[in-house]
């Protein structure tokens, strides 16, 4: 059974630093991308990032590039996010995913969340 | 970048069949997919590459994707099927997810 379980959300001041962690476990993990998402309070789901399986290659949504980074060790089958000069807007719960898709002989198709974690709720207030 | 338009609420009786359109530039060329989302719950996939369901999900959920618009089509409606659903595709161009806005199903 896949498993994915969040933690390392809080609350933080602005301009302050969190680091969330998410546990995997039911697959082989080094063999996944990984992605975040996250869900402001009454607001819809806003894609955050994506890592390969090796971890070799990521991208970032506008809003959180070049302040947010996604990581992966594999060894400990764990996901990582860490967040970095975090805004009132970064308010919201972030989900961690297991992606899923396929690539033909140009390159990647296309991917989707086939297994979400329950999501941990990051609050940016002073 | 690339959007994806949902309306706001689709409201069905039960025993029905409810359709939820997710509108894009020409997302007939990117494969679709829909995320089922509960009150206070994480979502889960209930339809993915435009037409296939995951193993668990039930028949009734179905998808389409042709032109500017992919469609979600639940048929005999149940009152369990209240939810937010949501669109998603990845924009080769940007490297890039795109989520539509959701749609909040109200089951009459």
């Known amino acids: 059974e896949v498993q994915l379980l969040e933690s390392g959300g809080g609350l933080v001041q602005p301009g302050g630093s969190l680091r969330l962690s998410c546990a995997a476990s039911?697959?082989?993990?080094?063999?996944?991308?990984m992605s975040w998402v996250r869900q402001a309070p009454g607001k819809g789901l806003e894609w955050v990032a994506t890592?390969?399986?090796?971890?070799?290659?990521?991208s970032y949504a506008d809003s959180v590039k070049g302040r947010f980074t996604i990581s992966r060790d594999n060894s400990k089958n764990t996901l990582y996010l860490q967040m970095t000069s975090l805004r009132a807007e970064d308010t919201a719960v972030y989900y961690c995913g297991k992606d899923d898709g396929y690539s033909d002989s140009s390159g990647p198709v296309t991917s989707w969340v086939d297994y979400w974690g329950q999501g941990t709720l990051v609050t940016v207030s002073s | 970048s690339y959007l994806l338009t949902q309306p706001p609420s689709v409201s069905v009786a039960p025993g029905t069949t409810a359709t939820i359109p997710c509108g894009g530039n020409?997302?007939?060329?990117?494969?679709v997919h829909w995320y089922q989302q509960m009150p206070g719950q994480a979502p889960l996939l209930v339809v993915y590459d435009d037409d296939d369901r995951p193993s668990g999900i039930p028949e009734r959920f179905s998808g389409s994707n042709s032109g500017n618009t992919a469609t979600l089509t639940i048929t005999r409606v149940e009152a369990g099927d209240e939810a937010d659903y949501y669109c998603q595709v990845w924009d080769s161009r940007s490297d890039h997810w795109v989520f539509g806005g959701g749609t909040k199903l109200t089951v009459l």
């Open positions: 020409n997302i007939g060329a990117n494969s």
């Open positions: 039911g697959f082989t993990f080094s063999s996944s991308a």
């Open positions: 890592i390969t399986g090796s971890g070799g290659s990521t």
